[in-house]
């Protein structure tokens, strides 16, 4: 024990001696430690199951396989339910893609809810940091509206202690809090809602309240949201075997649910995703794995980029030890001593080097969590990476990994060398050409790894550049988009349509506006699922129908769209107040893509063309005009548009403000909550923005940024740590030909010829690894090139930045130890002989 | 050919100034071959380097071939030391990676020489030297008198007007190193300056002149016939 205390001692010495060794050691650890605990902390993220739910693995999803529909009728859940077979708790969910207007006192905020059945947190096995979750009655239509908030949302709201049994505003409904979910539960699937409300409350909250009417002769289900059915299965019961149990049902359901099911259609169970509650889990896996993989590939190559700067500075370090180790054990010091002593110095340097690691992957995932936040998609902020204990095992891992990998190898051999031999070995060239070789070998790997890294991040930024640079023939700085909600005011439909025209009118004569555009939804390019046929004129119904495009999308536009946002009428003309009117004749515009697919000699006008979606066909719209392609806000590619005007019922919240020139757009956003308060006070304003600021925090745009940040800072590492190892190595050989220079020096060498000697060393080796690597990163990029937007994968801008990085980088590494060279004084390195 | 004037050499140390040669004064004309002798540690190789100009710190005049080197800079001073000076070492200091070839052609690679003029310079020095056929070996290859012929080889490859030799003979069998004295003796007669350092009488009597130092002074200087072993 005192021995072992004892070469704790010395190790530490040997560290605080070796200062310079100490410090690049330790740095390549922390960075390739940190690095990888970083990349860990983000496929951590993805490859977690959801927190907070009891036994996940208990949870069976109920999937409705090639039915019209994949969703639940609510009495469909009842009678799973109720029907005792395979679970010994079901739950429902209906998720609403369109977010609700959240009103807490002054503030205003859009939010994502999850209606939920009234046994929702029961089954899920979780109990609610505050209140109480939903009672069976709240679950009916008619029970009174009530919420569970997420406890982020609920820390945004103030973190009120006594937000329970107080009212808040959910699109325009009054609702009380009776619950706050504890801290991380996101629910079945890993991303959750910021609120939950019960089922009964989803007819007065989304739907009466943005003003759709019940239809009386619907049926009950109509009141209720299509429904995702999970159940937990019953101890001991497997998947299949709960399936097959399942099956006794499903005559039931073709009968009573004719128009949903069809002859083949099926029951079958299988794990809630991870991401979206009904994909296959197999289907997720092999996205998430893939991005996984990337990740992971990064941080090995990274780790082994570090290892290998250790490797070759223990063997370094190893040999201007050789002497010290024999001696060691000329006095009688075991081999075991000399091994436990190597490792245990070894082991010092890893663990003092993970802690580092874990500051720099600490202060890492706070800079990641700070850009995540600041992400505008609600969806992207709840991914908050965090170092958890499985992160902290990893890093230890990590640490033991490079201990055993650097520090047992040098380890064992050292103590097995000659004894003899070392004794009589006097210095001078210690260092065989062979070792020598081997470095360089390590140096080329290095720079081949580090050019692969660095590689795709230039590739990666270029293209995040490019997807976030605005098209230079569509201005967005000059526009704005405002989105009201007047149905939270409490307006009903007929008075929010004329509350819109109002605000409409005001704005459009503010003397800094050109023009003023409206649409139902926010619409600025990009694809859609539609697809779009041309209809022989005269055919009926079913008659010949001609596919066009696909990934259409069908925009419905208000008033003067096409003029606010500056999109060029080509040919036909542009909609007028007829179009809009009820009973019109249905007319489209159409972009010059789909004009083109539709009459490639250029006479797509009087053309008749559909929509459709599935199975279902809408009806025939006549082409009165023909306007340019409108990249999309996200991705710059253009899919085909066919745009209508919209029906006279139809609420159009958005409105698109062409402004005179920047300042004044920039001037409008400040203002137009004020100018809308003018004319109503009650109308909340969602957001105000420009088309640029929209484009920023589009989610695609802002993944493509943050993927080249991610990479960028891979690509700083690995190219910081081939530097260090080049340093490193070339240090060292400078070192351990102190004499030689010298002699050379003697021999009328000038600095000049020694710092173009030190250079030159390896200069072969590092071209080869810049051209391995240049060669491996652009095979790489051309395999991931649906990664890049903008950029081809042999973009030749990146790769000359790349060469010239690391070429740089390394000249600049070798160039250090080689001026320490040039100093060197021929007549102390004589003296050593 | 070579003048020192009062030069001294001294070592700043924890416990102050140190000299190591105290006002040295020497005259040593073209086609002269000296001796230098004298205790350890008396200065012989700090000598030696300053005339070979290694050493940039030390107080004096010194004039080679007319050049008034204490007033030069080191640059100047190192580009005297490539036109005049080739160096011959105690432990023969052969660079162990490169080749006896290699060796020979590292000075005039330093020098500027072109490289089909290099090839031939190489080429006649090692036939000059005997020493053809170990052109492909490597400095472990040689025995130590092998080694220093390659040495004194690589030392004049350049053909310098002197040569600075310490010591050359300190790790060679007696019968290696009366070879390699007939060598600087053949050297010498074709019109070379040297200057050695030896401990040994009779490698010392080679040199015409025969300098004494001690405790970094000049203790004297006589002729090969004064030489103790000689009277005896
Ligand atoms: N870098 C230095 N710092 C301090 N003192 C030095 C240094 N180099 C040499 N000396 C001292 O200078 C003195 C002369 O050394 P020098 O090498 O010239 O002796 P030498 O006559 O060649 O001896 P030897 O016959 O042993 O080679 C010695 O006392 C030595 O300790
Ligand atoms: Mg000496």
């Known amino acids: 024990m005192i021995a072992l205390w004892q070469d704790l001692k010395y190790g530490l010495r040997m560290l605080a001696k070796n200062r310079g060794f100490t410090a690049i050691a330790l740095v390549t650890l922390a960075v390739g430690i940190g690095a990888n605990t970083i990349m860990f902390t983000m496929s951590d993220l993805l490859l977690r199951p959801p927190t907070k739910v009891k036994n996940r693995e208990q949870l069976a999803f109920c999937a409705i396989q090639d039915a019209l529909f994949p969703w639940f009728a609510y009495s469909a859940y009842l009678t799973v339910r109720d029907s005792g077979l395979a679970f010994s708790a079901l739950m429902a969910q209906g998720d609403d893609a369109r977010p609700i207007t959240l009103v807490h006192r002054d503030s205003v905020r859009q939010v994502r809810a999850t209606y939920v059945s009234a046994n929702y947190f029961s089954s899920l096995g979780v109990s609610l940091a505050q209140g109480r979750g939903f009672l069976p009655e709240e679950e009916r239509v008619g029970g009174g509206p009530v919420m569970v908030l997420g406890h982020r949302i609920w820390q945004r709201l103030g973190a009120d202690p006594n937000i329970v049994g107080q009212f808040l505003s959910a699109n325009g409904v009054r609702c009380q809090v009776v619950g706050v979910a504890p801290e991380g539960f996101t629910g079945v699937t890993f991303i959750g809602p910021d609120l939950w409300l019960p089922l009964g409350s989803y007819l007065p909250v989304a739907e009466l309240a943005r003003g759709s009417t019940r239809r009386a002769n619907a049926g009950p289900d109509r009141d209720y949201p299509g429904l995702c059915v999970v159940g937990r299965l019953k101890p001991g019961l497997g998947m299949s075997m709960a399936q097959g149990q399942l099956q006794a049902l499903v005559p039931r359901f073709k009968l009573e649910y004719a128009r949903q099911w069809r002859a083949n259609s099926s029951l079958a169970l299988r794990p809630p995703g991870r991401f979206m509650i009904d994909a296959d889990p197999a289907n997720e896996r092999l996205g998430t794995t893939i991005f996984s993989l990337v990740l992971m590939a990064v941080s090995a190559i990274i780790l082994f980029i570090a290892c290998l700067n250790l490797a070759n500075m223990l063997i370094v370090q190893g040999a201007s030890r050789h002497r010290e180790i024999a001696i060691r054990m000329a006095i009688g010091g075991g081999r075991w001593r000399i091994i436990r002593q190597l490792l245990i110095e070894s082991g010092l340097l890893a663990l003092l080097g993970g802690i580092l690691g874990f500051l720099l992957a600490f202060w890492g995932t706070s800079i990641l969590r700070a850009w995540i936040a600041a992400a505008h998609d609600p969806e992207l902020r709840t991914m908050q990476p965090g170092l958890n204990l499985r992160v902290l095992w990893a890093t230890l891992g990590f640490c033991l990994i490079a201990t055993l990998l650097f520090g047992l190898r040098p380890a064992l051999k050292l103590s097995k060398r000659d004894l003899a031999s070392e004794m009589k070995d006097t210095g001078g060239s210690a260092l065989g050409p062979l070792r020598r070789r081997r470095g360089g070998l390590s140096v080329a790997g290095q720079i081949a790894l580090a050019v692969v890294l660095v590689l795709g991040a230039t590739l990666l930024t270029r293209s995040a550049i490019y997807s976030a640079r605005p098209d230079p023939r569509f201005p967005l700085e000059d526009k704005l988009v405002v989105q009201v909600d007047p149905l939270s005011a409490g307006y009903d439909r007929i008075r929010s349509i004329q509350a819109c025209e109002a605000l409409a009118d005001h704005l459009a004569a503010l003397p800094d506006v050109k023009a003023l555009g409206t649409s139902p939804r926010l619409f600025f390019g990009g694809r859609d699922v539609m697809s779009i046929y041309e209809v022989a004129p005269g055919t009926e119904e079913g008659g010949t129908r001609k596919l066009i495009a696909r990934w259409a999308a069908t925009p419905d536009v208000g008033r003067d769209y096409f003029t606010a946002l500056e999109i060029p009428l080509l040919q036909g003309r542009l909609f007028n107040r007829l179009d809009h009117v009820p009973d019109a004749e249905r007319v489209t515009i159409i972009d010059e893509t789909l004009a083109r697919r539709l009459r490639p000699d250029g006479n797509a006008l009087g053309c008749l063309i559909e929509w459709g979606f599935s199975t279902e066909y809408s009806d025939p719209y006549r082409v009165v005009g023909i306007v340019a392609n409108v990249p999309g806000i996200a991705d710059r590619e253009v899919h085909a548009q066919m745009y209508k005007p919209t029906r006279p019922d139809q609420l159009s919240p958005y409105f698109y403000l062409y402004a005179r020139d920047m300042e004044s757009a920039e001037a409008l956003v400040q203002r137009i909550s004020q100018e809308i308060h003018q004319v109503d006070p009650h109308v909340p304003v969602l957001s105000a923005a420009t088309l640029a600021d929209r484009r920023r925090d589009d989610a695609s745009v802002w993944m493509a940024s943050f993927g080249a940040r991610l990479a960028l800072a891979a690509g700083v590492a690995a190219l910081f740590l081939a530097a260090l190892g080049i340093y490193a190595i070339k240090g060292y050989m400078v070192a351990s030909r102190t004499s030689e220079i010298g002699i050379r020096k003697a021999l009328g060498a000038t600095q000049a010829n020694i710092i173009g000697m030190v250079l030159r060393e390896g200069l072969v080796l590092t071209i080869v690894g810049l051209s391995v690597g240049l060669l491996l990163g652009l095979g790489v990029a051309r395999v991931s090139a649906s990664l890049l937007y903008g950029v081809s994968p042999l973009d030749p801008v990146s790769v000359v930045v790349t060469a010239a990085l690391l070429t740089g980088a390394s000249l600049l590494a070798s160039y250090i130890p080689a001026r320490r060279a040039a100093k060197v004084d021929p007549m102390e390195a004589l003296r050593h002989e | ?232």
């Open chain 2, 1 to 232: 050919m070579i003048t020192l004037k009062n030069v001294e050499k001294c070592y700043k140390t924890k416990a102050g100034f140190t000299y190591v040669l105290r006002q040295i004064n020497l005259q040593i004309a073209e086609g002269e071959f000296i001796t230098i002798m004298g205790p350890s540690a008396a200065g012989k190789s700090t000598l030696l380097n300053i005339v070979g100009m290694l050493d940039h710190d030390w107080e004096g005049e010194y004039t080679l071939a007319g050049q008034a080197v204490h007033t030069l800079k080191p640059k100047q001073r190192q580009a005297l030391n490539r036109q005049y000076v080739g160096f011959v070492f105690q432990a023969f200091n052969l660079l162990d990676s490169l080749t006896v070839y290699e060796n020979l052609d590292v000075p005039l690679s330093y020098r500027n020489v072109k490289t089909s003029q290099r090839a031939a310079i190489v080429c006649d020095t090692l036939d000059r030297f005997g020493i053809v056929g170990k052109k492909d070996l490597y400095p472990s290859q040689l025995s130590g008198g092998q080694q220093q012929l390659v040495a004194i080889a690589r030392a004049v490859v350049a053909n310098p007007k002197l040569i600075l030799a310490d010591e050359p003979t300190g790790n060679l069998h007696s019968t290696q190193g009366r070879e390699i004295m007939k060598l600087f003796k053949k050297l010498n007669e074709e019109g070379a300056t040297i200057i050695q350092v030896t401990h040994n009488e009779e490698y010392a009597a080679y040199g015409r002149r025969i300098i004494q130092l001690k405790d970094g002074w000049m203790d004297g200087e006589i002729t090969p016939d004064q030489l103790p072993g000689k009277a005896r």
